[in-house]
Nanobody, 118 residues
Framework: VQLQASGGGSVQAGGSLRLSCAAS????????MGWFRQAPGKEREFLAL????????YYSESIEGRFTISRDKRQNTVALQMNSLKPEDTAIYYC????????????WGQGTLVTVSS
């Protein structure tokens, strides 16, 4: 599975951005897709997960209610809609995929930078 993230940029606090992750290289029916971020000087943080089959979602408490993960089965993409952005949301955002029976995230996109100014 190859992943390509896009959609990052600069935005003022309170604004919105939509990240997209294009997946290729095979069927995603047995995969979970996720979004992570890593801010400067901090560890990588899990944000959200969506089950490709069924679409069930899970969120980190830190972003629940502001961010929404979704998938488009026809285009093989996963999106992260980010609303009410805060300066502390500034980070490199990564999409990832893992086989549903695995605990480790096996595939990673290259990351896209989100900068939120106050």
């Amino acid at each position: 599975v190859q992943l390509q993230a896009s959609g990052g940029g600069s935005v003022q606090a309170g604004g919105s951005l939509r990240l997209s992750c294009a997946a290729s290289g095979g069927s995603l029916s047995n995969y979970n897709m996720g979004w992570f971020r890593q801010a400067p000087g901090k560890e990588r943080e899990f944000l959200a997960l969506i089950r490709w089959s069924g679409g069930r979602t899970y969120y980190s408490e830190s972003i629940e209610g502001r961010f929404t993960i979704s998938r488009d089965k026809r285009q093989n993409t996963v999106a992260l809609q980010m609303n009410s952005l805060k300066p502390e949301d500034t980070a490199i955002y990564y999409c990832a995929a893992k086989f549903i029976y695995e605990s480790e995230w096996d595939y990673w996109g290259q990351g896209t930078l989100v900068t939120v100014s106050s």
